[in-house]
């Protein structure tokens, strides 16, 4: 395998830009080094959505993520939301592009859910073949993020961090790690979440997730309404150690609070990663500044001391 580089640069920490925090964006410029954009909100032209992404766009890297490639599915790629999202590339100019390796459509049938996929050679082909058409009509390398999941298929045949890790393989695309996924992942299927850290290719990783999630003992779900739990900043602690610095976002997607909690959640992310690899070069680019009284500072003893609260045997669910 070579070892030349494949991905970005990295650039730092970011949020995903959320319309309760449009106005507080451009009237206070915080200090953040992206924002994360929800390609679906923003694929036709005017309007307001359209006026607060392309304002806020002029004055910060922007990274597009979407959640209806439906790259999985046996449907035919929807070419005209491909060359939508070819169009707003175009006027936005983001630093790269993401979608989740997952299906979310059947027979033109939208469940609007990220779904798994069954982990075989030939859905692997399927799925490399989908993402070269997409990178074609995008110009560019697609990232693909796991989903979390919460049943799997008796017909796969190999786990899903060598699924992912074949696609990129033979699509040559990029891995969105989505820090939390792994974890709710590892938490419902009874998997050890670093032997899906250690089996992912560094070269391929470009970006970085982290989320809260709903944990009910014997399953979790991954709600993102929650802050960051220390089962969650642990394993970003093990990611950093394999994969160096990766350009990291926090997704909000629900129970949204004021921009500056979020950006106090965003320290955090940007303190372990300062505390895992000190003195790294590329994490003093980031543009960061405390905006008001900072919590306690972290340690790495706090954090290796965390456990991931896996469970002992295999509980019916
Ligand atoms: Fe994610």
Redesign the pocket.
């Known amino acids: 395998m070579s070892e030349q580089k494949i991905t970005q640069d990295f650039i730092g920490f970011g949020l995903g830009l959320r319309t309760d925090h449009f106005e507080y964006i451009l009237q206070h410029q915080p200090a953040i080094d992206w924002f994360e954009v929800l390609s679906e909100n923003y694929l036709v032209a005017g309007g307001k959505p359209r006026y607060y992404l392309e304002a806020i766009a002029e004055q910060y890297p922007v990274v597009m993520h979407g959640v209806s490639m439906s790259i999985g599915s046996t449907d035919p790629l929807d070419m005209d939301y491909l060359k939508s999202l070819k169009k707003l590339s175009n006027d936005i100019n983001p630093k790269w592009i993401s979608d989740h390796i997952c299906w979310t459509s059947i027979h033109g049938v939208n469940s609007h859910d990220l779904l798994p996929l069954p982990y075989t050679e030939e859905t692997v082909k399927h799925v490399a073949e989908r993402v070269k058409i997409a990178q074609d009509v995008l110009g560019r390398r697609l990232l693909l993020?796991n989903v979390s999941s919460y049943l799997s298929y008796k017909d796969s045949t190999m786990d899903e961090w060598d699924f992912l890790s074949q696609v990129a393989e033979e699509a040559d695309c990029l891995i969105l790690l989505?820090i939390n996924?792994i974890y709710v992942s590892a938490r419902n299927h009874f998997f050890n979440p670093l032997d899906y850290l250690n089996k992912i290719d560094p070269r391929r990783v470009q970006q970085f997730?982290l989320?809260g999630h709903s944990d009910y003992g014997e399953y979790v779900i991954d709600t993102h309404d929650h802050d960051v739990p220390p089962s969650v900043w642990t394993l970003y602690q093990a990611a950093l150690e394999r994969f160096g610095p990766i350009s990291t976002m926090i997704?909000r997607d629900a129970n949204i609070p004021d921009f500056p909690v979020l950006y106090q959640e965003l320290l955090e992310a940007q303190k372990i990663a300062e505390l895992t690899l000190p003195g790294h070069p590329a994490l003093s680019q980031s543009s960061l500044a405390p905006m008001g009284a900072i919590s306690p500072m972290s340690t790495n003893e706090d954090l290796i001391q965390d456990p991931y609260q896996l469970p002992s045997k295999k509980v019916a669910v």
């Open positions: 993020e989505d996924n997730h989320a997704e």
